[in-house]
């Protein structure tokens, strides 16, 4: 079974830093991309970072640019999101996502964590 199992968030203070980790099983992931996303209360679920696990390409919102690092581990079977001067309107349940990379959509979802920042 293919899953994504996203761990790691909680409540931080703003300037917090925190790490969200998201484990794939289930089949072999390195023509994949693997991304960020997030969801707050009453706004559309938003990009956040993504990152080729062949190669390590990434990419990220203009918003979170400089805060955050997407990253993955040597086996490329973990995804890492490092977020680093945290602010209030980073609070948002945060999903993994993946796609094949010849994929337009990501299509494959975690069950969400939860990141709240307060001032």
């Known amino acids: 079974q293919v899953q994504l199992v996203e761990s790691g968030g909680g409540l931080v203070q703003a300037g917090g830093s925190l790490r969200l980790s998201c484990a794939a099983s289930g089949r072999t992931f390195i023509d994949y991309v693997m991304g960020w996303f997030r969801q707050a209360p009453g706004k559309e679920r938003e990009f956040v970072s993504a990152?080729?696990?062949?190669?390590?390409?990434?990419y990220y919102a203009d918003s979170v640019k400089g805060r955050f690092t997407i990253s993955r581990d040597s086996a490329k079977t973990t995804v890492f999101l490092q977020m680093n001067s945290l602010k209030p309107e980073d609070t948002a349940l945060y999903y993994c996502?993946?796609?094949?990379?010849?994929?337009?959509?990501?299509?494959?979802w975690g069950q969400g964590t939860q990141v709240t920042v307060s001032p």
């Open positions: 996502a993946a796609r094949y990379y010849r994929d337009s959509d990501f299509n494959l």
């Open positions: 990152i080729w696990l062949n190669y390590g390409g990434t």
